[in-house]
């Protein structure tokens, strides 16, 4: 079963409809407790950086999320819930992740107009598990103004290119984030959330 | 490199499609899910159903459509009419829509923007425009449906609705919806220049064209239309076509 980690984040129903669609069965977890069970997690998450570590503080995911990682249960972070696997966030200040892939996540640096909103096609690197099966160039949609840079470039799954080339998904052993969200960029999105739900 | 957004526009009164019309794949054309599911087939970016009913006791036929669409829909897809407060803008998202938009209600209480923006993000909040010409390079603002003169001026509008936290604008041009002769590209040009959230060109096309200069000319992040293609005049991929040989980035 796949557990979506509900903290206060925002909106689950479009996560839980196209696991539905899928044929994959969700669980919405609201209790720390339930992570030791899942067999998959899924990291959702909308709003500010600082706030949403705040809650996952506050009900207590920190350390559950942290060892069913470590125990080797994949992870998949999706928009803010990819960003908050990293080690820190310059969002409101300088705030720590759950560092679960080294790096920082900083404001969206270049001409454009930001957020960073709508469709833009993402690169994907050929070695990725989550991305298999996609086209190597294919549409993805996202709403963001922060981006991720793992420390190591070998963990980047895919780019875009917003005037510069960003971070777009990121990947390491059982460790998954998308900066777009699956649930709303059509079959890309559902052949990734059928990736994960296989792994 | 983020692509230029194409996004029919659904009526929808008391929970069915007004004018919709027969495709092949479609066997009710008023069912508003059906003809979404047609839409996200031909590559619609997004999509934006108006509840032309608007009246609060048929609120529930409108949550209602929300999920049925939030579970056959994989885009983002936006809900408006008549909304005017945070709880119901709260019973849309929940329910999985991605946006709402807010048109005479935020005129008339313009913190209804900026409380929303506050509890859901602005990436939430539409705002519609709706402009008519008054005098040269001068638009101003009607509600009710193009009836109701505000005296607001519709670049000064905007650009408030920006700093009350608005993530994108719907702008209409009441002297061009409903007529096939084009997007008023100078009342786009004006708006998109003067704001730096997305604007989306709304009202008049007719022709594919009339996309291509909603973006070149107009300046627009998106362009929406309904009758062009309810009627079945073109497809969204006949238009994502034209565009591409236009130069114009479209996702396909």
Request: with cysteine.
């Given at each position: 079963m796949i557990h979506i980690v509900d903290y206060?984040?925002?909106?689950l129903r479009s996560l839980q409809n196209a696991f539905e669609f899928i044929g994959m069965a969700t669980r919405v977890s609201?209790?720390?407790?339930?992570?030791?069970?899942?067999e998959k997690i899924l990291l959702p998450g909308v709003g500010a950086f600082a706030h949403a570590m705040g809650n996952l503080e506050q009900q207590g995911f920190v350390e559950p999320l942290q060892s069913s990682v470590r125990a080797g249960v994949p992870v998949l972070g999706i928009c803010l819930g990819m960003q908050l696997l990293?080690?820190?966030?310059?969002?409101?200040g300088r705030v720590e992740g759950?560092?679960?892939?080294?790096g920082a996540v900083t404001k969206l640096?270049?001409?454009?107009?930001?957020?960073?909103m709508g469709w833009n096609e993402i690169e994907v690197s050929s070695s990725s598990r989550l991305l298999?099966?996609?086209?190597q160039s294919g549409f993805a949609y996202f709403v963001h103004s922060y981006v991720c840079h793992p420390v190591?470039?070998?963990?980047?799954?895919a780019r875009f290119d917003y005037v510069g080339e960003f971070c777009a998904a990121i990947e390491r052993e059982n460790i998954f984030g998308v900066q777009f969200h699956p649930e709303k960029s059509q079959e890309v999105g559902l052949q990734i959330l059928m990736n994960f739900g296989e792994m | 490199m983020l692509a230029k957004r194409i996004i029919p526009c659904l009526d929808v009164k008391d929970g069915r499609v007004v004018k919709g019309v027969q495709f092949?794949?479609?066997?009710?054309?008023?069912?508003p899910v059906a003809l979404a599911r047609h839409y996200v087939a031909e590559r619609a970016d997004e999509l934006v159903f108006l509840?032309?009913?608007?009246?609060k006791e048929k609120r529930p036929i409108v949550y209602q459509l929300v999920e049925r669409v939030a579970e056959q829909v994989f885009i983002p897809f936006t809900i408006g009419g008549g909304l005017t407060s945070v709880q119901e803008i709260r019973e849309i998202l929940k329910r999985g829509a991605d946006k709402v938009t807010l048109n005479t209600a935020a005129v008339r209480n313009p913190q209804l923007i900026s409380d929303g923006a506050s509890a859901f993000?602005?990436?939430?909040i539409v705002v519609a425009v709706d402009a008519k010409q008054v005098a040269a390079q001068r638009w101003e603002i009607f509600t009710h449906g193009g009836s109701?003169?505000?005296?607001?001026d519709a670049i000064a509008w905007a650009q408030r609705v920006e700093r009350l936290g608005a993530g994108e604008i719907m702008l209409t041009s009441m002297d061009r919806d409903?007529?096939?002769?084009?997007?008023d590209l100078e009342l786009t040009r004006r708006v998109s220049s003067s704001v730096g959230i997305p604007v989306i060109a709304s009202g008049g096309?007719?022709?594919?064209s009339h996309f291509r200069d909603a973006f070149s000319?107009?300046?627009?992040?998106a362009a929406l239309a309904a009758s062009v293609f309810h009627f079945g005049k073109f497809s969204v991929a006949q238009v994502k076509d034209y565009l591409t040989d236009h130069d114009i980035h479209v996702r396909r």
């Open positions: 206060g984040a925002g909106n609201d209790k720390p407790g339930d992570l030791a069970s899942a990293l080690t820190t966030s310059d969002e409101h759950l560092d679960l892939i080294h640096d270049c001409a454009e107009k930001i957020p960073h298999k099966g996609l086209p190591d470039g070998g963990h980047v799954a | 092949e794949d479609l066997r009710d054309a008023g069912d509840d032309i009913t608007a009246s993000g602005s990436q939430c109701r003169p505000t005296g607001l409903g007529s096939t002769a084009g997007y096309v007719g022709e594919m000319l107009g300046q627009a992040d």
